[in-house]
Every structure is written in C-alpha cells, then in structure tokens.
C-alpha cells in the first residue's frame, strides 16, 4: 500500500512538473535571449514619407510616434527632434534649409541631384533615423554603372562562381568564390586570396556562401562546413580568430546560409535558404534568438533569399517569391513592399541591400521558364528592370539597370559612398558593377 | 518496509514523456504552418488599386493571384469585371472590356467615385475592388438631411451611439446614455422604440452600443447589462426574440461589445474593446471561435473599438489608437491603414462602418479628441486600404460616431457635439 501511495505522490510530481514544463518552455520560446520580446514598439514614422516638391517651395514634415498601447500617435517636442538635409543638421542653400519644426525650403535650383533626404532624428524612438525622400521637381533619378571590373567567361582567373560581395572601410572588395575569399583593390586589380583549403575544419574554408566585412577591419564568413562552426572571423589579413554556429536546425544552428550583416549593436544576422529563418548573434558569436516562419501570409517568409540592415537596426528581408519585408531588430513585422507584380513585372525577388540613407534595393526577375532562364522585369515604358530601389519606408524611388543586357545580380550590397555594388553574372562575364546616382 | 521504486523505469517514463510533448510540440507547429499556409493561400490583390482620371481616359486593371507558398504570383484567369455592379459598365459611369481595360465616361459622373469589380472564383477573396476617383480634389459628399436636440432636453438623444436602416427604410438608432432604441423616419419623424426601452430584462436595453439589420431583417442590438447576454435580436416590428453571447472574460464572453457584423453564412463576429478579442457566433448564438488579443505587434489590437465584414469575409478592425487592420477570415493578419496622423490629421477611430464595395468608413477624431472637431468627421478609405477622401457634417461641432452606409452610397450617421445630438444624412456627388 505505502508503495502505490510512494508511487502515486512521484506521479503527482511528475505530472505537475510536466504541466509546469509545458508552461513554461512554450512561453520561454517565445521569447528572446535577451528578454527583450516584449518590450513595446517605440516606433516613430516621418510624414510625408515621399513627398515631390518644386525648387523654391515649401513642405513640412512632422514626426509621428505610433500609439503606444491605450494611448494616442503624437507627435515629439520639438526639442527632442533634431531635422537633418541630406546629413546637414539644419541643411544649407545648397540642399535647402529645415527648420525646428520641420518645415523645409527646398533651394532655388536643384543640387546635383534632385533626390533629397529628409531626417528627423529622435534619440528616444526605436527607429531614431526617421528619413523622408524629397524628389525636387519630380524628377526621379537616374542611375549609371560608375565603373565595373570582371572576368570573361571563356577566361576565369579567380571568379569561378562567385556566391557573395562586401566592401571594406578602405574600399577593397572581398568576394567569396569556391572555398576562397578574394580581396580586390577599389580599382577592382585582384590582390589576394585568403583562407584557401580543402579542409572541412575550423579556421578553413570549404564552400563560403557569405562575406561580411566589419567597420573593425575583420570579416566574417559563412561556410557550407558539415562538422564545425559553419561561421568564421578572419582579421584583415585573413588570419582566423574564432568560429561559431553548428550547422543544424535546432536553434542556433544553420543549414544553408545567405544574407549577413551586423547591426549598430553588435548583432549578427544570419539568413538560411532551407529553414527560412534569421538566426541573430552577439559579434562574439552567443546565440540569442531567431525569427522567421515559412508561409505566403503576411510576414511569412516564402522562399527567404537575402537581408540587409539599416541604421535604425531594422531588418530588410528578400523573398524569392516576394514581396520585400521589413522587421524590426527583434524580428517583428512591420511591412511589405515590392509586391508580385505579373505579367511582367517583378515575380521573383533574389536580393536585398540598403544604403546610409535606408533606402532599399531590392534585385528582381520575371518569371522563371523552363530552361531556368528568368524573363526580364519591364518597366511602364517597356524598359528593362534589373533593381529596384525604394526608400526605407517602401515608397518607390527608381528603377535601375545594370550596364548591359542578360547580366544577373548575383548578390549586391553598398559601398561607403552609398554606391550600389552589384556582384553580376551573364553568358559571357562575371563580375562586379559599381552604380551610382 | 518501505520499496524503492525502480528509479531506471521512471527515468524513462519522464523521458517518454518529455519526448511525446516535444513531438506534440512539433506536430503543433507542423500543422499551424500547413494550417497558415493553407489559409492564406489563393487571395488575390486588383492592381491598382486606386487611380484618378479625366473623362474618357483609360486604365489597366488585373487581378493578380498572390504568390503561394513557394508558388509565383500569376495573373488571375477568368475575371469578370463590372463598374458599378453593373457587367461591362456603360457610357454614363464608363465601361470595361473582358481584359480590364477600363474607359471613363465622356463626362463626370455623379457620384464620381467608380467602383472597378473583378471577380474571379480561383481565389479566397473572390471580388476585388478598386476605385476609380474622376476628376481630382473633389468633394466626395455633401450634407443633405440633418435632424438634431438638444442633449440635455431631449429624451432619447444624449450620445446617440450606433445607426441602420430597418427593412422598411426607416432609421434606427440606440444611444448608450439614455438606453434607447428609437426608429424615425428619414425626415427626422420619430416612430417609436425598438424592444421595451431601458432596462436589464431580455427585451430592454441597457448602455446599447451597435444596431445592426440582417438580410434576413432582424434587427441585432449590443448592450451591457450588469448581468446577461451582451446580444439581442428583436423582429423588424421591434419585437424581442432571442438573447445570445453572455457577459464575461472567458470564451464565447464579452464585456462591452464596440462593434458587430455577419459573415457570409450569417454568424455574428463582435470586436469586444473590453476583453481585445473577436468573439463569433454561429446563427444560433453559439460560441464558434475568438481570435486576436492586446499587444503591440502589428497584429494586435489597441484598444479595439470596430468590426465589419465584407464580402470576402475579410473582418476589419478598428482601434481606437491605432488604426485599422485588415484580417482575413481566419483571423490572419493582412495590412494596416489609417493610422493616427498628428497633428493635423486624425487620431482617434470611434468606430468603422462598410459599404457594398467594402469600403470602410472610419469615424475619426483629431488630438484634441472628443468634442473638438478639427478634423474631418469620416475618413473613407477603399477596401484595400487606400484613402479614397474625407467628409464633414453640416457642423464643425457636431462629432460622428456611427454611420450606416446604404446601397446607394448615402451616408447615415448619429452624432453629438455642440450640446445637440442627431442624426444626418450625407449624400455621395
């Protein structure tokens, strides 16, 4: 008898301790490493968003904050908004002038370009870089290939597949190519190449699918690895320092990478193709959570392709099946844009990257034939679209061609003069496409 | 003496039992995902959505079959289109070819919001709606009936707080001060109560918020008695017929229901501010399902104080901070519009109301809030979201809060502001 009651109080235990962990760990899965999931949005927006206004004339912006819960969308003091032209606190005659409260004089002649970025700065919000673009005179702006540098197909030296492209502080591009990582001068003249092997080891490179140089001068790399960290920091002469992230599906772990970036807080995002998920790290390499979910609703990631981050720490995400997605830092929706657009606009969305001032390119294609060729995306005027580039809030800037026909973007990200660097591929050549405004 | 239990066995029943949750874990997630992936699947989108033209101008419209999960976006095939409900159009609101091409008429019609509607059965969301504004910067309505008392003599008005039409075309209307629920005819007669007037019993009501006729001409009344159901339905003669939907926190519950609509196959889905959920019903009363909840992801409510349904069974939900979500029937979160706009535009959403089209009209307050209209009254936007215009009452005192739009686009709203409470008419031009 004192056996069945031992029995049943360890069964009462059992029990309670089960319902305690289906409790608790479904709720603690919910949440971040960092416990900070359920901190509220504090989120603002700047309006109007996209705006066209003539040289010579007025508009005023204001900054609105998002309702907190059971409280009303306001507007900040005017002292705790600091407005910004084009960088310039307050602007100049070149850029037009903004007042403090955020009324702006657009010049009396457009500077070099009539694309003007409005920020409202606001330490206390979320997103403290609120930009708004102006088109002066509603002249959209026109994009050429600054300069480019390749190889032929027929005649590879080093660019055999190229998977990924980063720039450096000091201008130098690193491309991952084979089980390599290549730097090239800002001439584009190939200099070195580091982390050569055909070892499936820490320190070693097997199959990097990604390049990320940091502000440090160090650079990561994601690698197709089966039985080590599949991510690598390498110092700016190529020597290893540490890796991290076991290749898997359980938290913390990737499969097939793509897409790396790291915010203003030290946070390493970290894309993956298979499990259509943003894994995100401390720089050190510690785990902290993951976000994303497959589907075609909204905020579903249907065929995750690319990330990039933006000033503000919010996350871009590139569907192949569209649309674009912004999240914030903790990996909560916010919205869409770049929207399927058939028959022959966008269909398909294969790579994202945002500039200094949050605008967004996003690379697109038309339909996929059966040959595994991609109709090309046209324009209202039948013009071909290789890229697209909206600004942070989804609004449409431009369309953008690279500078000759049937070339792809492979993978694209911005330089450090906010020039669109596109790394290319066509029948005849691979390369790497420099565009600016 | 007592046993040791055999500590290996029980080690492993822990380990089962570990395991069996963790794969119930996973089935969970496994079929969520199949379950999301299965209901957003095949809705469609009409692009575009919302374009200005001169008369005789013309415009491209497509319905555009969204991408599936890992599955292209594609046109939709077999779209019947018509301008107005009516197939093709014709020459006084324009017409549209088998393609979508769309040609405005020679001159501007009155009203001259154009409603383009694709409808195709290959998608979820069936009818697709886009606007067609003819002629721009113009006024969308204009005040043609008001019929107002003053609030501190008058016996049924004090904030009259929800407004439709009987199936006799009378106007009907409950306020959630006084506790009544009146009809007057659309030249502002009164023609007497709705139930048995104020009170806690089946039949009476009490703190009434939203009135709503039925197709099958019932009229559903919302209301907040201390104890009992939350929804009455009263004959077309204002008869008492049944009760359903009792007070509470717990499922099926409700506390102060802000807003109250029928799906397709005629259930009852309320938005309850108090609880921050939807609450649905099926024909019969019974609980069949809520969804939704307080937070501060863009899913989540803010103080939820509106519900409609249009024809899709897509469910809008107005929040009184923080504007209006577009959810599909299912309860998954679609897009967000009409967000707070300070300083000089609104704020505050009282309530939201649907036409036909399914567009949604939003009855707006700016910063100053309550009282202080500074703002336009109604905000109207399309059933894609896009602002379509504003409308303001023949007072710049009086406050909406409830309109009923009819099928032929007039605006019916209740309102108080200026120490008078009413009714007014706004017609579409």
Redesign the interface.
Known sequence: M??YK??NK?FIA?FAL?AI??SIV?GLSAQYADGQA?K??NRGNI?PSFVQVETGAQQQF?I?M??????????PRTEDVVWFVNGIEGGNAEVGTIDSDGLYYAPHRAPGTNLIHITGFVEMADNPHMIATVLLDGIRPRFRTVYEFGEPKNALQHLHGPKAVSVEQNGKFLIAVGNHILRFSDKGDFMESMGESAFDREGHLFGPLNVLADESGKFFVSDQKESVPRIMAFSNEGEYLYSFGMKGYFPGMSFTTRGLAVNSDDRLYLGDLELSRITVYDRSGEYLFHFG????????L??YHDLSVDKNNDVFVANY??PCQKFDAYG????SFA?????SGI??ITDVATDSWGNVYVAVRG??NHDDSYNVVNDADGSRVDIIKYNNHGDFIANIQLSKEFRYPIRMTVDHDDRLVVLFQSDDMTGVEIIAN | MKKNIPTVPFILLIAAFVFAASCNKKISADLALEQKTQQQEGRASIHPSIVTLDPEETAQFKIIQMATYLQPARLAENVTWSVNGIPGGNSQIGTISSDGLFTAPEEIPEPHIIHIVGHTDEVQNSTQVATVKMGANRACFESVFSYSEPRDESEYFFNPHGITLDADGNIAIIDEVTHYAVRFSSKGEFLGYIGDGPGQEDGETYRPRVILNSPDNELFITDQKVFGNRIQVFSNNGGFLRSFGPRGHAPGGSLRIHGLDLDSNGNAFVIDSDNSRVTGFTPEGKYLKSWGQDGYRREDFNAPHGLVIDSNDDVFIGNYFSGIQKFDAEGNYLLTFGRGNPPDGSVYIHAISIDQWGNIYSMVRGRRGYGYVDVDNIEMFNNNGDFVCGARLSEKDFSANWAYIDEKGYIYVVFAGGGRSGFEILAPK
């Open positions: 004192n056996m031992e029995i360890r059992f089960g962990y289906l479904p359920f509220p949005m309006a204001h609105v998002e309702a907190p819960r059971l409280l009303p969308a306001y507007n979910e497959e589907g075609a609703g909204t905020g579903a249907n065929g099946f569209g909560r929706y916010l919205f929207f399927p657009d058939p028959p269909i398909h339909q996929r």
